[in-house]
């Protein structure tokens, strides 16, 4: 047994030195490869009664822009105010009630949206395309195989953890709806609630992660104060969350999580508004480090309401039984004589 | 020889209390509590719930007394047992009305359905369904509370099943929920969170015992001292009980090293038992 594991340690180690020699070669030719530094700001918000920053209170963060930039905006970072405001036209349509032309999927106007402005482009700051970076050749293959795979709906594991009422993702990028997010502060300890099924408990008091066997949906996070930024650094995914590419999803489908280490800055920079970055390093997956920026807005009306998402979920249920359906009658079909 | 037995025992004295402020020193130290007896308090001077507590009995089998008794999943053998307990309710018996206990009983038979899929007769914890108040307290998991002056949160490690408490603001529900609507007060020291709008789906406990969506609950959190709170929850729901009735029971405070609520999302842990008929089976070939 021991010896069986040392053997997997050596190779593993070997193969993250590879991995580790992939990157470094990778980041010799792209200059920016080291985790994103994100800026700092000079604003002071109150103290809770035991002397943290207090960043206590409901936010929200719709955005118009996506995770990375288009195309058509190659080479261009930051949009001017009129074109942030014909971009949001464009990208957040069916604003206007009009019922004629049916109201399609979650239509803009009924869902009553507060985008939060942002200029840049993509959510996506580094690399200063605004664009995911490149997977390793490894990770390429073995994402083409888990979307292939989840193709079949075999069993729940097929699904998104959203569908299957588990987790949304961490990190969590804009959704449709629903994504209000309650921080709530006590002494050595940060609470997020996400109304959309995340709970994330954030000790500050130093302790370390929780040890390697235990995997969670949403990591295992630890946090700390540096000046008004929360810092908070998470281990311990579990590789069952990799259907990501739903609507809130910031990692797209076929990207297991289990070696992410993601670093996130909460960043206030007024009362109403937090500068959230994550950062992704997971070299067995992607060729260097990565940070989405995503702006949060106070939202004093906002009250969380119960989500119960697994308690009416018949959804996941009626689909799988509906894939088998299909399978049986395409079977019966095959065997029918010409 | 008097004045020396005298000497000792002051010297023996000051030591224990040399000793008590030096353990109390480095328990605040370690585990930012101060040491049993002493009420832990806010700066704003009310009592300080923070922290991870757990209520210590079998009161999520049944609130009522009950003895030892078998698995109803015959394979689970002593690890599913039925794990003995006195009532938590006060006077020993919960009120029903005859026919509502008629009900009770019913439940109680179907709670471990014995076959797969959503049972919604089953007892909702079977399900992973959220538990409702006051039972998400003695489910066999921690819960953490977080307070500040104008609200109080309470997650739960079962679901990770959470609370909103406001304090300053009462209001009133949009609508019914799992969890009800929550309105907490400080009376004195304690706690007192009035809960409305449930909806009917939830039980107090595998047994059965159950309620309607006219249910209210009336919540006291009571610190005795740094580690333990005094809880109690009245319960009034005229279409099943007779009278409103009160359970309590102590709650202690978790004080293992970087204690933490662990991930319980039991959707996961149900997949099979609500979907697992329509896993794919590929045919040998």
């Known amino acids: 047994m021991m010896s069986h594991r040392r053997l997997l340690s050596v190779a593993m180690l070997s193969l993250v030195s590879a991995l580790w020699l992939a990157a470094a070669l990778v980041s010799a030719q792209a200059p920016a490869a080291s985790p994103y530094t994100p800026p700092s700001s000079t604003y002071s918000p109150p103290r809770t009664p035991w002397g943290d920053p207090d960043l206590m209170g409901v936010w929200d963060y719709q955005s118009v822009i996506r995770m ?79 979307v292939a795979k989840a193709r079949e709906f075999a069993s729940a594991e097929d699904y998104h953890a959203l569908e299957r009422c588990i987790a949304s993702q961490t990190p969590n990028a804009p959704q449709a709806y629903n994504s209000g997010t309650y921080i709530m502060q006590s002494p050595g300890w940060v609470l997020i609630v996400r109304e959309r099924l995340d709970t994330r408990l954030i000790p500050l008091d130093g302790r370390p992660h929780v040890g390697q066997s235990i995997r969670n949906w949403n990591g295992d996070p630890i946090g700390h104060w540096e000046g008004n930024t929360l810092v908070v650094d998470s281990t311990n995914f579990t590789d069952k969350q990799r259907m990501g590419g739903m609507s809130g999803a910031s990692i797209p489908a076929g990207i297991p999580f289990g070696n992410f280490h993601l670093t996130e800055h909460f960043v206030p920079v007024s009362r109403n508004r937090i500068e959230y ?41 009626n689909s799988l039984s509906g894939e088998r359906a299909l399978e049986a009658e395409a079977a019966k079909k095959r065997q029918a004589p010409k | 020889m008097p004045s020396a037995v005298r000497w000792s025992f002051g010297a023996l004295a000051a030591t224990a209390v040399v000793a008590a402020i ?37 009161a999520n089998y049944d609130l009522e007394d009950h003895g030892t008794a078998p698995s109803s999943v015959i394979v689970t053998g002593a690890v ?9 309710v006060e006077g020993g018996r919960i009120p029903y009305r005859p026919e509502a206990l008629a009900k009770r009983d019913a439940n109680r038979k179907s709670s471990m359905p014995g076959k797969p899929g959503r049972i919604l007769e089953a007892d909702p914890e079977v399900n992973c369904f959220l538990p409702g108040v006051p039972r998400a307290t003695y489910l066999p998991h921690p819960f953490q509370i977080f307070q500040s002056p104008k609200v109080i949160w309470i997650v739960y490690q079962y679901s990770y099943a959470r609370r909103e408490i406001p304090l300053d603001k009462p209001s009133k529900a949009p609508i019914d929920s799992w969890m009800g609507w929550s309105n907490g007060r400080w009376e004195g020291d304690t706690l007192v969170v009035d809960v409305t709008a449930f909806n009917d789906s939830t039980w107090f406990d595998r047994a059965g015992n159950y309620h309607s969506d006219a249910l209210h609950v009336i919540e006291r959190y009571t610190p005795l001292s ?39 999302k039991c959707p996961e842990v149900v997949e099979e038992l609500h979907q697992g008929q329509y896993r794919k089976v590929t045919p040998p070939q």
């Open chain 2, 226 to 264: 740094a580690h333990h709170l005094m809880y109690e929850a009245t319960i009034e729901d005229p279409q099943v009980f007779t009278r409103p009735w009160t359970i309590a029971m102590p709650l202690y405070r978790r004080i293992d090293r970087n204690m933490r609520l662990l991930e319980f």
């Open chain 2, 22 to 58: 030096v353990l109390s020193v480095t328990w605040s130290a370690a585990q930012g509590v101060p040491p049993q007896g002493q009420i832990p308090r806010t700066p704003d001077g009310k009592p300080d719930l923070n922290g991870i507590w757990q209520a210590m009995n079998t």
């Open chain 1, 68 to 146: 990375q930039r288009p195309d058509s905006l190659a080479g261009k970072a930051r949009f001017t105010d009129a074109e942030y405001e014909a971009w949001g036209k464009a990208n957040a349509p069916n604003n206007d009630a009009d019922t004629s032309r049916g109201v399609g999927a979650y239509n803009e106007f009924w869902n009553g949206r507060n985008f939060v402005k942002n200029y840049n482009t993509s959510l996506i700051v580094d690399p200063p395309d605004g664009r995911y970076p490149a997977l390793t050749p490894e990770a390429e293959k073995r994402r083409k195989e888990i």
């Open chain 1, 277 to 317: 970055y994550a950062t992704i390093n997971d070299p067995t997956t992607w060729t260097r480090p990565w940070t989405f920026n995503l702006p949060w807005q106070r939202d004093d009306d906002y009250r969380i309401f119960e989500y119960a998402c697994h308690e009416g979920n018949y959804a996941l249920g």
């Open chain 2, 80 to 88: 599913g047992a039925i794990f003995p307990g006195e009532s938590v």
